[in-house]
């Protein structure tokens, strides 16, 4: 008679599987993805007529990126380590040049009248231009925009712009408004026949 081998008993196996699995699942934190985090302005009333909005040229700075990559911040080429210094300036208009952003004495709520740029910034890039180019133009635009915040808020309250609560963050941006304006990629390197 042949002696019969004792076997392992596996019926439980596939429930510490599913536990495991289980555990792995409630656990684990999945990576999101981010994009810019850009305000949309508001829809426009259906009713409302459209009218056209004159923007006198001294306030707007166009910054452009090619299919090559490279910057023109106004009317000369930037790189991209010197474009937030330049849009600091270009807001901030510390010499009162007639061919920078008007200031304009504006009223803020608990910090009374102030000089508040009418700068815009408008960005224009070629449907060549490459994501990390114009994510990096994106980056010195914001943190120049954060970094005139960070003064204002030092300057008015003492402390920087994220240390202040909700009601002094909203005073801020009232005062140093983030004015970032995108137009459609164009196609510049292709050539019309």
């Known amino acids: 008679m042949a002696k019969k081998t004792p076997a392992i008993n596996s019926s439980s196996t596939a429930d510490i599987a599913f536990l495991l699995l289980c555990y792995f699942l409630m656990t684990t934190t999945m990576g999101t993805q981010t994009g810019l985090s850009r305000r949309l302005p508001p ?6 007529k459209v009218e056209d909005q004159k923007v006198n040229r001294r306030n707007i700075i166009i910054v452009k990126i090619n299919s090559a990559d490279r910057i023109l911040a106004g009317s000369e080429p930037i790189d991209v380590s010197q474009l937030k210094d330049k849009i600091k300036i270009f807001l901030t208009n510390p010499t009162d040049d007639p061919n920078l952003p008007v200031m304009e004495p504006t009223e803020i709520a608990g ?29 010195e635009l914001v943190k120049a925009v954060n970094e005139l915040r ?25 005062l140093v408004p983030q004015q970032i304006s995108e137009a ?10």
Do not use: C, H, W
């Open 184 to 193: 459609e990629p164009k196609d510049v390197g292709k050539r019309r026949r």
């Open 150 to 174: 960070d003064e204002a808020s030092m300057r008015e309250y003492g402390k920087k712009f994220l240390a202040l609560d909700e009601e002094g963050q909203k005073t801020i941006k009232e």
């Open 43 to 48: 829809m426009p009333d259906p009713n409302q």
């Open 111 to 139: 910090l009374g009248t102030r000089n508040v740029s009418k700068g815009v910034i408008s960005l224009q890039n070629d449907r060549g231009t490459s994501y990390q180019a114009y994510i990096a133009v994106q980056n």
